[in-house]
């Protein structure tokens, strides 16, 4: 089978695009014929090592995949041959990636997808929509009726977290560009401002006079003296962006309103946690609340260009999905 591979890590132009030995399942295993994946900010930091993590060489790159049910093993129950699929955790921690024509599966890490939805802008959607869901749910502990301010709404990130939000009744503000304020209100965002205004704080201070209660920023500025300080009591700032920040934390302002700021990366998620985010991208994928503002669509031998383009920031706020299939 053709593959995106690397012999060791480094630069985007480690990537091969060549030949290898198809996978085969294990009893618990779906071998799946892949037609999409996507190309992540974090398939850049396991190609190049910064995200330490078991790879075994040739290693196959890539997170997340949408295909069609090959073949199961013995011991797999729920999925039959043709079934259409997806998965967005392979690609670390000892397993195969999912940028090849074929991948194994755990079945424990694979979903299906909802019929009618298509495969390119699902595979753009499940690793942004999933980091959202587990970002605000599991580590921000959001209930209803909380305010919460996402930072960097308009991204991949970003507009899942608003979504997700709204449709679990809280209250939603965002900061974005001033171009993309439309587009988070239509996701769902109470208010909007933008990013690059000089009283940005106190705006959001006006229109949260009792704090947030889940702060997440998606672009890692990572403003602690400026989180911090808008939280409500016992509020939580989820870290999940921003790998080189270094901010100063507020200690007293943080603990003397019981406050918390907890890190997350998906890639430690439980396969219960994956499979509950899952559920909730699914029941949003068959909505059709889940587009990236811009998609675009490249042959899987494209890889090693795309991950160029990522490191030189010329993927900011749009998706690239990698075709099988395509010349
Ligand atoms: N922890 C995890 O598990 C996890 C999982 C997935 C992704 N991530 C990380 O999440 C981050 C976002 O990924 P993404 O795919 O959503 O990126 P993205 O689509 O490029 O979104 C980033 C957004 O931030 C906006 N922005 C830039 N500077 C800002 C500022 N100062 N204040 C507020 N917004 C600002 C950008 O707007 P402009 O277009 O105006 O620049 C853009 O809309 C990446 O660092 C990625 O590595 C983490």
Redesign the pocket.
């Known amino acids: 089978m053709r593959a995106a591979y690397i012999e060791q890590p480094g630069p985007p132009d480690v990537i091969r695009y060549g030949e290898l030995p198809a996978p085969r399942p294990g009893p618990t295993d779906v071998l799946v014929d892949v037609l999409a994946t996507a190309v992540?900010?974090?398939d850049a930091?396991v190609r190049s090592g910064a995200f330490r993590t078991a790879l075994d060489f040739p290693f196959v790159i890539g997170r997340d995949l949408v295909g069609t049910v090959a073949e199961t093993g013995p011991g797999v129950t729920g999925f039959r041959a043709g079934d259409r699929v997806w998965c967005n955790s392979l690609g670390h921690e000892g397993r195969q990636g999912a940028a090849a024509e074929q991948a194994v599966v755990a079945a424990d890490r694979l979903y299906p997808l909802p019929a009618g939805v298509d495969p390119d802008l699902a595979v753009a959607a499940v690793?942004?929509a999933a980091?959202a869901y587990?970002?605000l749910f599991v580590h921000g502990r959001l209930r209803l009726g909380e305010t919460v301010l996402v930072?960097?709404?308009?991204?991949?990130?970003?507009?899942a977290l608003v979504t997700f939000a709204a449709r679990a009744g809280a209250r939603v503000l965002a900061?974005?560009?001033a171009?993309?304020a439309g587009y988070c209100a239509r996701a769902g965002a109470a208010e909007v401002f933008d990013?690059?205004d000089p009283e940005l704080t106190g705006r959001i201070h006006r229109a949260a006079p009792a704090g947030v209660d889940v702060y997440l920023?998606?672009?890692?500025?990572n403003d602690l003296e400026t989180s911090v300080c808008l939280l409500a009591r016992r509020g939580r700032v989820v870290l999940?962006?921003?790998?080189g920040t270094r901010p100063v934390l507020p200690a007293g302002p943080l603990y003397m309103n019981g406050g918390s700021v907890v890190g997350?990366?998906?890639?430690h998620a439980t396969t219960v946690e994956l499979a509950a985010a899952a559920r909730a991208v699914n029941d949003l994928l068959g909505q059709g609340l889940l587009r990236p503002r811009t998609l675009e669509v490249l042959p899987l031998g494209a890889a090693a260009e795309a991950h160029a383009r990522m490191e030189r920031g010329e993927?900011?706020?749009?998706?690239v999905v990698l075709r099988t299939g395509l010349a």
Do not use: C, E, K
């Open positions: 992540d900010p974090v930091l690793h942004p980091t587990l970002a930072a960097g709404a308009a991204g991949n990130v970003g507009s900061t974005a560009g171009r993309d990013y690059r920023d998606t672009a890692g500025v999940l962006a921003g790998a997350f990366v998906i890639s993927l900011r706020g749009r998706r």
